[in-house]
DNA sequence: TATGAATGAGTGTTCATTCAT
DNA sequence: GATGAATGAACACTCATTCAT
């Protein structure tokens, strides 16, 4: 996955020759960038098409509404993240160290895919009805749950913990420490971010282990 | 404080002796519900007159426009709530209990005023603009920054915790569970409230504690 | 006829006995002074009580409606005015004498009614709907006419001028000095009203004259 | 130049042809229409939009406002006349006749483009507002002035003279004449706009003349 | 009389979406 | 594919006028 900001640069440089899907892919690009500056509701058709430098017409080519493309921004961007963190699942270390990665994953992707996060922080953190046609599964909070789940069933957390509330607390912290570099509340540089990573180890993680742990 | 659904029966009924403040008032309770039933940008004036029974052109006699009017939803509603939380600092109680009680307090509004929590979930949560017009003391992030600081020098909290990112990722817990409450992802009565504030504080306060403490 | 200017300060300190024709006049002569400033259309009601220090609703007591009082505005100033300028037509002075009291008479009410021939001139002077309302006889051009028409008859002008369109242009040179006045594009001190009249005669009043005159 | 009611029917019948532009002064004449027919103020943008044939939002890709379209109404029409009667400056004809030509071009406008003089004398005459946006140069009375000017420097007029009043009275006069045949007050066919160009000179004109001369 | 809260028709403007070329 | 002119539903806001007190 390249950064997005570096896309534009090719797509304008290659652009007489671009193929379908690479148009396809500089509009998706623009729309993160635009979404990313000035949040869903006030971006406008027009802007992501001068952004990606077609016509905005093109733009229903590709997508069916303008809808439509945010959905597809979260697909295509967003679920490759997901995916990613649902490997750790799979592996068999301790739920800790799973819980450990995914935060790291969640968290470093800031620094890799800054507009990104943007986007999925603002948009997706808080609209019911998008977060229902993107589907449940879109949420890193199941996978936290599962985790958790495991952990508590091996012995390795408290056992009075409520799994899909403690994934709900834990990811909030994850949620929060992005809207904070995304909002500029906190220092957003990659020093930053792994101190970050410490913090909300220490503060979010550790008291899920059982004291006999 | 009434529940904001209350206060409309009451209304209807002493609408002929409403003052003018009533009226007011009676406004901006509908505006409350209103946007929480469907988020500020997807409702309309005419939706809030109709809410508040009186004409669409009454609510500019008392609120400047749309934008003004989310504001005051905000500084009449939600500032109660935050005096509320910045009394606990006043307390010479230890750093842990405070947050417990900010977080209580919090959390438990939920219960109280469901739809003001609503809208300041949805909407204040991630606007950035929003939040600048409304000033930086808006938000419980900075209190409980302070908390954690004076925990920290008291040698009650870990020493090495960052107060800025640890008050973030506390306060997202805390404003992940109301968003769970909120997007119906978690069972939201009076009884998982209680509990979810139980596993709150095993999963987010444990953490800060000094080993020694 | 006082100057509209004073009449405010008197009725505010006469304010708590003032009889009810002077309340009228307090609100007619607000009326001016907000038309003239703002023009009729620019002009809210609320801004004419306010300037009157009357509550908005209390205009309607007295006019029907914002309209109303316009035309109230020309028929208890601007048709004073017009008697006076009649009573010209009575004398027995030569035409060229008439035409120039009347001129005179005309361009000298900036000085003392300055806000009064503001609105005539800004809002009587072109809308054809209003002049009409007011009826055709209100303007001026119509007893130029009648006295152009009889210095034509008695030899005192030449013969094959057209009465009507003589009085408009006539007509036309008056105006748009006091227009200049209004809008601020020519020197509107005493002195320089009288050296207009001046040549305001010497330009538009001589070529009238027969040559064997 | 075609007079607009002309060009409506013409666009009718290519509109599927129409180029870009002559949308745009498709759009452009049908208000010069309504505003001639209504006034600017009672003029909605839906009324336009009919007119033109287009639907009411097509009018925002040609002209920011409706103010803006107003001035374009002016820039694209009534500029072009004042080019005319600037290039009078041009020659080395006396004075007397430089103005001759000039109160021939305004006046004669009106046989050519009625609707555009209607807007020009109705709203422009009056608004400082407008005017200022529009530009000092806009109204030919400067270049009257400047001509009288001349006149008095080369002995051609009196020597008392005050050009700026003198060019006012002038001016006024052919402003009047406009506004009589707008308003149906005075005939205005061709054979009547002819006569009144003479009546206008020997009224308007001959008082300027040196006595000497 | 006097007030000003209440009404609601009216209007300029925006912008996602369509479609002829 | 690609363009951008064209569409029109939607919406915030204004303000003259009414009316209960």
């Avoid at 570096?6 to 671009?18: P, V």
């Avoid at 649902?86 to 800790?96: C, K």
């Avoid at 403690?166 to 570099?181: K, M, N, P, Q, R």
Wanted: net charge negative; no cysteine.
């Amino acid at each position: 996955m390249t950064r997005s900001g570096e896309g534009r640069i090719l797509s304008r440089l290659a652009e007489s020759q671009a193929s379908a899907e690479d148009k396809r892919r500089q509009i998706l690009d623009a729309a993160v960038r635009v979404f990313a500056r000035k949040g869903f509701h006030a971006s406008r058709v027009g802007d992501i098409a001068e952004e990606a430098g077609v016509a905005h017409g093109l733009l229903y080519h590709y997508f069916e509404s303008k809808d439509q493309l945010l959905e597809a921004v979260f697909h295509e961007n967003w679920s490759v993240l997901l995916e990613r963190i649902g490997s750790v699942e799979e592996t068999d270390e301790p739920a800790a160290d799973q819980l450990r990665h995914i935060a790291a994953i969640l968290l470093r992707t800031w620094l890799h895919l800054p507009d990104v996060v943007r986007v999925v922080v603002r948009e997706f953190g808080r609209s019911p009805e998008l977060a229902e046609r993107i589907g449940e599964l879109a949420r890193p909070i199941e996978l936290i749950e599962r985790v958790i789940a495991r952990g508590v069933a091996r012995g390795e957390f408290e056992q009075d913990i409520d799994p899909r509330v403690a994934a709900t607390v834990v990811y909030g912290g994850i949620d929060e420490l992005l809207t904070g570099w995304v909002l500029d509340r906190l220092p957003a540089d990659e020093e930053a971010v792994v101190a970050a990573e410490r913090t909300f180890f220490a503060v979010s993680l550790r008291g899920l282990l059982a004291k006999s742990g």
